[in-house]
């Protein structure tokens, strides 16, 4: 598998990557790389054992922790949402159902529309009205979300979709009775023997973690992201990682430790299309390239960049985490593509 250290050395040729990239067999480290800073006023530099927020990446959690309660017989994916969550909704369909949920088909109002222009802007501008450090539960998100417009009918689409994570959330606690993050603690990070995985607080990050880091576009400074972020994650976001926890997820998801054969075959399937042999299972990508399939998540924020991939012909893992803006997407097409040949 040398094309994949091949793959990375030529999208990092600048040298401008901060962050690990990694792949992974059943056998071990396939490649391992670490480049950049983890604290850049310190010059302490990346590791292979360090720590990344991976921001969006954290809805593959979500959705495995919903499939935990499905396969449990404590949820439905059909169960409807007005019938789980005993809170005001406002402007929510209350029809809208589990399953449309996990599969970003809800059409709930987005607090975060990243269909929309200028969705950076409207985010900074979200956080000057509800302060980052006030972001510690689900429930402080429902009031930024009841009020929106539907984007459209139930059913209708796919539309990713931030709100929908976060009320996927919210309903995992309401099944479980517990609070979302001890949930995905107990029921997927400490059963799949994630080291350093968690919800860590941004103003509280554990040693070997990195800073997410910011550059000013007029002087080239760089800052922190910990007032561009929540506090601490969510539903939708705000997880951190490492690479060699990402290949133990994976192997725990696909090799049934997390729930059944039944209830794996429901979340690896392809429940929406998105085109191109592109699909959405329950809470994760699924890409299709000639015989082959890759499974994958992604995430992306202010000082974050990262993507986890498994291609179960090759039983391999491949991860990167970056704690800049730099842009991993075209890495992981590369990957996907070159994966079948």
């Known amino acids: 598998m040398d094309w994949i250290q091949d793959a990375f050395e030529e999208w990092n040729r600048d040298k401008e990557f901060s962050g690990v990239f990694a792949a992974y067999t059943a056998d071990g480290a396939v490649f391992e790389a670490a480049e950049g800073y983890?604290?850049?006023a310190e010059k302490l530099p990346n590791q292979v054992t360090t720590a990344f927020g991976i921001a969006s990446g954290t809805k593959l959690f979500t959705g495995l922790a919903a499939c935990c309660l499905i396969d449990a017989g404590r949820l439905s994916p059909d169960a409807r949402l007005g019938?789980?969550?005993?809170?005001?909704l406002g402007t929510i369909d209350v029809d809208i159902t589990v399953r449309q949920l996990l599969t970003h088909t809800s059409g709930v109002g987005d607090y975060i529309d990243?269909?929309?222009d200028g969705c950076m802007e409207e985010l900074a501008a979200l956080y000057a009205k509800?302060?980052?450090?006030?972001?510690?539960?689900?429930s402080y998100y429902l009031p930024m979300i009841n009020t929106l417009p539907r984007k459209f009918a139930a059913g209708a689409r796919y539309s990713y979709s931030n709100s929908g994570f976060v009320l996927l959330g919210m309903v995992v606690e309401q099944t479980s009775g517990m609070r979302f993050r001890d949930y995905v603690t107990e029921t997927i990070i400490k059963p799949a023997g994630l080291a350093h995985t968690g919800f860590y607080r941004m103003d509280a990050l554990p040693a070997d973690t990195a800073f997410g880091y910011i550059q000013d576009e007029a002087t080239g400074a760089w800052r922190t992201n910990v007032f561009c972020m929540p506090i601490v994650g969510g539903a939708d976001g705000g997880l951190f990682t490492c690479a060699r926890d990402c290949d133990r997820l994976w192997r725990a998801v696909f090799g049934g430790v997390l729930f059944s054969d039944a209830m794996l075959a429901e979340f690896a399937a392809p429940q929406i299309s998105r085109g191109r042999q592109a699909h959405y299972g329950l809470g994760v990508y699924r890409r299709s390239e000639g015989?082959?399939?890759v499974?994958?998540?992604?995430?992306g924020d202010f000082g974050v960049d990262f993507f986890t991939a498994y291609i179960p012909r090759l039983d391999a893992t491949v991860t990167a985490l970056g704690n800049t803006d730099r842009n991993t997407w075209p890495l992981l097409e590369h990957i996907i593509k070159m994966q079948q040949e």
């Open 38 to 40: 983890r604290n850049r």
């Open 83 to 88: 019938a789980i969550l005993d809170c005001d």
């Open 114 to 116: 990243e269909e929309a």
């Open 130 to 138: 509800y302060p980052v450090y006030q972001w510690t539960e689900l």
């Open 291 to 293: 015989e082959s399939v």
């Open 295 to 299: 499974y994958y998540a992604v995430g």
